[in-house]
C-alpha cells in the first residue's frame, strides 16, 4: 500500500504544478498574441496562485467532512479538464476568468495531501513519503515547462495547452487508480466559527506574521524571476524557446538546497541558515545582472538553491514555533501568504521589467530578500524578548 502511496503522491504533485505552472511558458507569446504588456500576461500565472491560496483554507476544512481522496481526486481531474479549456480562451479575459476557476479546483491537492499522509502512514514511513511528494512539485513544474516549451517551437500555445492538458488528465485518472480511500479518516463536523477563531488566534503572535511574510516574498521572488527570465534569454542571447524550458531543470537542482539544510540541521540553528540562504539568493540575484549567458545561468542555478532552503526552514520553523491548538491554521496561512507573495511580487516584477528592462526586476527582487533579512532579525529579538520575559 505504502509504495502505491508513494507513486500516487507523486503523480498527483505532479500533475498540481504542471497546470499550475504551465503558462508560465507562454507569457511572451500572450504578450504578442493578446498585446499586452509582460505584467499584464504574467496575470495568467498569478491569477490562479491568488484564487488557489485563498481557496487552499477552506478546501482543508470541508475535507474533514466529505473525505481526503473525494477532494483531491476531484482536485486533479477537473484542474486538468479546465486546463483543456483554456486552450480554447478566444480572448485574454476569458483565459484568466478560466485561469481563476483552475486555481480553486487546484487547490484541493496541496490543501489536503499532507494531512492525507499523516494519517495513512506510519510515522517511519511518513517523512519518505513527504519528500517525494515535494519531489513531484519540482518534477511537476519541470514537466510543464517541458511539454508546453517543446509543443510550441513546434507548433503553438493553444496546441501545447491541449498536449499539457491531455497527460495531465491521464495522470489524474492514474492517481485515482493508486490512492487507497483514507482508513484513518474520521469525519467531523464543519464549523465556520471553529475555523475563523482558530486563523484568528494564528495571526496574534507577531512572530508569526513575520513568518508569513518571509513566505510570502520567498515564492513571490522565486517565480518573478522564472516569470520573465524567458525573455532575455531569448532576447540578448538568442535562446529558443525548447532551451528556455530546459532552463527550468534549475528548478529541480535547486533541492540541493533543502538537502544541504537537512544535513547541517544538527550543526547550524535554522536563523544561522536562514540568513545564509538569504545571501545566496541575493547573490544568485546579482549574477543573473552580469552581462554573460554563463553568469545568468549559474545566477539561475544559485537562485533556486537558495530558495528551495528559504522555504525549507520557514515552513518548518512556523510549524515548531505556533502554539499546539494553531498549528494547522499557522501552516494554512503561511501557504496563503506564500502563493499570495507568487501572484504579487510574480505580477509586481512584470512592470520592473517593462519599465527597466530585466536589471531592474532583478534589483527589485534583491530589495525583497533584503526585506526578508530584516524581518529574520526582527524574529531573533522577538525570540530573545519571549526568553527574557
Known sequence: MTSKIMWGMLIGSMVTFANLY????????FTNDFHLTSSQASLALSISTFTLAFSM???????????????MVFSLISSSLLYLVVGFAPNFETLLGIRALQGIALSGFPAIAVTYLAEELAAKEFPKVLGIYITGSGFGGFFGRIVSSTMLDLTNWHI?????????TLLSIVFMLLIAPSKNF???????????????????DAKLLYFYGLGFLALGVYVAVFNFVGF???AHYGLSQT??????????????????VGRLSSRFTRGQMLRVSLVVTAVGLALTMMPSLISMLAGLFIISCGFFAW??????WVSSSAAPDVKAYASSLYLLFYYIGSSVIGTLGGHFYDLYDWNGAA???IGCTALAFVFVVLIKLRIKHTAVA
Open 22 to 29: 504551465g503558462p508560465q511558458t507562454f507569457i511572451q507569446h
Open 57 to 71: 483554507l477552506i478546501m482543508a476544512a470541508i475535507s474533514n467532512s466529505i473525505g481526503r481522496k473525494n477532494i
Open 160 to 168: 501545447a495547452i491541449w498536449t499539457l492538458g491531455a497527460l495531465t
Open 186 to 204: 474520521h469525519k467531523t463536523r464543519f464549523s465556520f466559527h471553529n475555523w475563523g477563531h482558530g486563523l484568528l488566534e494564528a495571526c496574534k
Open 232 to 234: 532575455p534569454l531569448m
Open 243 to 260: 532551451i528556455v524550458g530546459f532552463v527550468f531543470v534549475f528548478q529541480l537542482l535547486g533541492s540541493i538546497g533543502s538537502m544541504t
Open 311 to 316: 522555504h525549507n526552514l520557514v515552513s518548518g
Open 363 to 365: 534589483l527589485l527582487l
